[in-house]
C-alpha cells in the first residue's frame, strides 16, 4: 500500500462520515476509529486473501511484516460493518490524499521481477522512444507563435488549456495566458496550479489532436512564413549580392518572387513614411549612423529625408556628412539596414506607422 496512507493509518485519522457516499453506523465508525494503525492493515490484508495478501506482503520490509503480523494474530472476530469502515478509509485516503510515485526506475524494477532481461530492455526502449516522440511533439508545439496557440486554446475547454499549457515552455505558456483574456487567463491559471495528473489516454488524444489539427495545419500554411522570412533577409543582405541573386530569382520563381518583394521594407521605403513618423526614425539613430546611411543614398531620395529635418537639424547633418570624407560601401549598407530595422521596431511599438502595401487600403 502506499506509504503515506500507511502512515495515516497509523495516526488513527478521523475521516468524515458518512465515506464515499454510505452510511454506516455510528457504532462502526467508533469502533473502526478506535483501531490502530497495524490493526487496519492487518483488516485490509485479511480481505485481500491469502494469495494476494502474501503477495503484497512480500514487497513489505522485515519490521513492517513484523508489526502486521502481530496485528492480525490479536484482532479476533471484527464486524462486517467494521471491515466496511476500515475499507472505505483506505478507499478514501488513495484517491483523496494517497500519492504514489512512479519512474523509469520503478516501473523497470517491477519487469525483472517477472520479465527476462532482454524483454524488459525491449519494453523500456519502447517506452523511452514514445515519450521521446511525445516531447518532439510538445517541443514543436511550443515553437509555433504565441498567438497561433492562442487562439486554438481559446476554442478549448479551460480543462483541455491547462493541460495543454502545463506541457508547453514556460516562456511560451507566459506569452500566451494574457493573450486568453482576463477571465479565461484566470480560469486557466488556476486549473494549472491544482490540476492532477492527466489520465494516459486523455493525454494521448490531446496529443494526438494537437498534431493533426495545430501542428499539421502550421506546417500546411507556412508558405506566408517562410516568404516574410525570406523578405526580411533580403533586407539584410547586402545590395550588390542582392542585386547579382535577383534578376535569376526572378526569372526561375516569378511568383514567389513577387510575393517576396511585395513583403520587403527596404531603405528606399523609408521616404513613404509620413513626414513626422521619417524624422522620428531619423532622430532615433546614433552617432554617425545618420550621416553615413544618408551619404551612400541617391540625391533624390537624400533630399526627401533631409526636407523631413528642420532647417538647422539639417544644416548641421549636411555639414557632418561633408566632413566625412570616403566611407565603405558595406558600411553605408549596414547603417541602411539599421534604420530599416529602427523603423520596424517603432512599427511594432505603434510609434509611427509603416507605409501601406499596394494592396492595402486605408478606409476613414
Given amino acids: 500500500m502506499p506509504k503515506d496512507t ?30 490502530a494503525g497495524p490493526e487496519k492493515a492487518a483488516i485490509l490484508f485479511l480481505c485481500l486473501g491469502e494469495k ?50 512512479g519512474s523509469f526506475a520503478v516501473a523497470e524494477g517491477m519487469l525483472r521481477g517477472f520479465l527476462p532481461e532482454a524483454q524488459v530492455t525491449q519494453i523500456m526502449n519502447q517506452v523511452r522512444g514514445r515519450r521521446n516522440e511525445n516531447r518532439g ?28 499549457l502545463t506541457n508547453v515552455a514556460p516562456d511560451v505558456a507566459a506569452k500566451v495566458l494574457p493573450m486568453l483574456g482576463p477571465d479565461k487567463m484566470q480560469e486557466v491559471a488556476e486549473r494549472m496550479m491544482t490540476m492532477d495528473a492527466v489520465p494516459l489516454h486523455m493525454m494521448r488524444q490531446i496529443e494526438e489532436t494537437l498534431q493533426q489539427e495545430v501542428i499539421g495545419s502550421a506546417s500546411r500554411s507556412s508558405g506566408g512564413d517562410t516568404q516574410q522570412r525570406m523578405a526580411d533577409l533580403f533586407n539584410k543582405l547586402d545590395r550588390e549580392a542582392f542585386d547579382k541573386i535577383a534578376p535569376v530569382l526572378e526569372e526561375r520563381h516569378p511568383e514567389r518572387f513577387f510575393a517576396i518583394k511585395q513583403r520587403m ?12 513618423d521619417l524624422a522620428r526614425v531619423m532622430r532615433g539613430m546614433e552617432g554617425s549612423m545618420l550621416p553615413l546611411a544618408l551619404r551612400g543614398a541617391e540625391k533624390e531620395l537624400r533630399d526627401t529625408f533631409l526636407a523631413a529635418l ?11 556628412m561633408n566632413t566625412m570624407g570616403p566611407v565603405r560601401g558595406r558600411e553605408v549598407r549596414a547603417a541602411q539596414v539599421a534604420m530599416v530595422d529602427l523603423a520596424k521596431d517603432l512599427a511594432e511599438q505603434e510609434v509611427i506607422r509603416l507605409p501601406l502595401d499596394d494592396e492595402d487600403e486605408l478606409i476613414e
Fill in 265 to 276: 521594407f527596404t531603405f528606399a521605403d523609408l521616404a513613404k513614411l509620413d513626414m513626422q
Fill in 52 to 101: 494476494r495478501g502474501t503477495a503484497l506482503m512480500q514487497k513489505l520490509s522485515e519490521a513492517d511484516i513484523q508489526t502486521i503480523t502481530r496485528a492480525m494474530a490479536g484482532l479476533g472476530s471484527i464486524p462486517a460493518e467494521v471491515v466496511e469502515e476500515v475499507m472505505e478509509e483506505f478507499t478514501y485516503h488513495v484517491t483523496e490524499g494517497g500519492e504514489v510515485y
Fill in 137 to 164: 511533439m510538445w517541443d514543436r508545439f511550443s515553437a509555433l507563435n504565441e498567438s497561433v496557440i492562442a487562439n486554438y486554446l481559446r476554442g478549448e475547454h479551460e480543462q483541455t488549456a491547462a493541460a495543454i
Fill in 6 to 35: 500507511f502512515e495515516a493509518a497509523e495516526a488513527g485519522s478521523v475521516l468524515p462520515a458518512p465515506f464515499g457516499g454510505r452510511s454506516g453506523s455510528a457504532r462502526a465508525r467508533r469502533e473502526a476509529r478506535a483501531l
Fill in 310 to 320: 528642420p532647417a538647422r537639424t539639417r544644416d548641421m547633418l549636411l555639414d557632418e
